[in-house]
Structure formats: structure tokens, C-alpha cells
């Protein structure tokens, strides 16, 4: 069974650039999440989406976005990019009942901002 | 706002010892806490969970204990082995909900 795939996992973007990043989900979950990892942050959380329905959202400003499409893959966007986006970016897919809120991660897509 | 916290960045144990890793929470409406382990270029994979009912859990050689009246789990993992060395992240979440809320993360070594 094919684990979450994330595309594409290293990135070098300058201020003011846009960014779209890439995640299928295991096959058959229909929950994708996205988590900005930072040192010393943990993983924050960014949002989630359900049958291409945003569910909950995080507190980022609106330069992130995402959206989910009807095969479960989803996108984010980051635009105006700024240094302290420098992140490693997780994505995640669950079965989406939220019941044991168990994740299946991506490896990540690590954008570096100069 | 902090509601998950790992105070301790990191950790060090010898091979064959207990791995004691701690995590504090503040948010009463929380009812079910994971631990995941990370590895360097991987995403964290899923470890051990706990419900909010229960006091421990218990898996091989990995138990998460859990004491609501403190707001307070731990992960023992015993006996430790070199393998075992990885960030370990800490995380909660509230009935129904699919956020995680993830605690800073512990650096664990294990030391021959």
C-alpha cells in the first residue's frame, strides 16, 4: 500500500515568490492535513480538508491556502513569500472520522526562502 | 498559545535503560493524546496513543501513561535501544476533531 506521497520535497524560492506544493493521500483516505514544521514550533497546524471541503483551519495568515480535489490530492499554496516561511511542510491522510486522530505523514516538502 | 509542551528539547539514555519522555497540556477539552516518533528526512509515524478515559496503554516495549488531574502524559520505552533514537513529538486532540495539536518535540539518544 502506497504511503503519503508530497512533491516536490526540496525547494529554494526567493522573497515575494508563490509556491504550490503537492500531496496524495494513502488510496481510499479521504482526509488530508497540512503542518508547517519549524525548529523549536513543533508542527503547527495549517488545515484540513474532507471531501474537498476545507473543515478546519489554522492560525496562518491568508497567504496560505489549499484545496482538495475529488481524488483526495490536495495543494497548498503559499504567495508573497517571506524568510520565516522557511519550513518543512507536512502533509497528512486519515480516514477522516476523527476518532483516534491517527496520521499517516508525508516525508515533507522543505522550502527554504532566501 | 502553548497548549501541548515538551519541555525537555532533549534527552539522553544508555542502551537497555528506561526512556522517560514527558508532556504537559493545558486544554481540559482534549480526550485522546498520540506520541509519534520522527525520524531525520521522514515524516513522523504514528507510535502509541492513549484515551482520555484511560490511564495506560501499553505496547511492546513503548507504554504512554496519562494523569488528567495534572494535565500531564508520559512515554516510557523500556528497554531503550539505539534504533529508538529519533525526535519524539507528543500530541492531542479534542473529541471529533481531526486537528492535532503537537507539543515541540524531545530529542532522544541512545547511547551505546
Known amino acids: 500500500k502506497a504511503g503519503v506521497t508530497q512533491t516536490p520535497r526540496y525547494l529554494i524560492k526567493t522573497r515575494g515568490q508563490q509556491v504550490t506544493l503537492s500531496c496524495s493521500p494513502i488510496s481510499g483516505h479521504r482526509s488530508v492535513s497540512w503542518y508547517q514544521q519549524t525548529p523549536g514550533q513543533g508542527l503547527q497546524f495549517l488545515f484540513e480538508y474532507f471531501s474537498e471541503t476545507q473543515r478546519n483551519k489554522g492560525n496562518f495568515p491568508g497567504r496560505f491556502s489549499g484545496r482538495q480535489f475529488s481524488n483526495s490530492r490536495s495543494e497548498m499554496n503559499v504567495s508573497t513569500l517571506e524568510l520565516g516561511d522557511s519550513a518543512l511542510y507536512l502533509c497528512?491522510?486519515?480516514w477522516g472520522t476523527g476518532e483516534t486522530g491517527e496520521l499517516f505523514f508525508g516525508e515533507g516538502s522543505r522550502l527554504t526562502v532566501l | 498559545d502553548q497548549q501541548v509542551k515538551q519541555n525537555s528539547p532533549s534527552l539522553s539514555v544508555q542502551e537497555g535503560r528506561i526512556s522517560i519522555l514527558n508532556c504537559d497540556y493545558t486544554n481540559s477539552m482534549f480526550d485522546y493524546f498520540l506520541w509519534y516518533k520522527k525520524y531525520p528526512a521522514e515524516g513522523p509515524t504514528f507510535l502509541i496513543s492513549i484515551s482520555s478515559i484511560k490511564d495506560k496503554n501499553e505496547d511492546g516495549r513503548f507504554t504512554v501513561f496519562l494523569n488528567k488531574s495534572a494535565k500531564h502524559l508520559s512515554l516510557h520505552i523500556v528497554p531503550s535501544q539505539p534504533g529508538d533514537s529519533a525526535v519524539y513529538f507528543c500530541a492531542a486532540k479534542g473529541w471529533g476533531a481531526q486537528k492535532l495539536v503537537f507539543g515541540q518535540g524531545t530529542r532522544l539518544t541512545i547511547n551505546p
Open positions: 497528512a491522510s486519515s
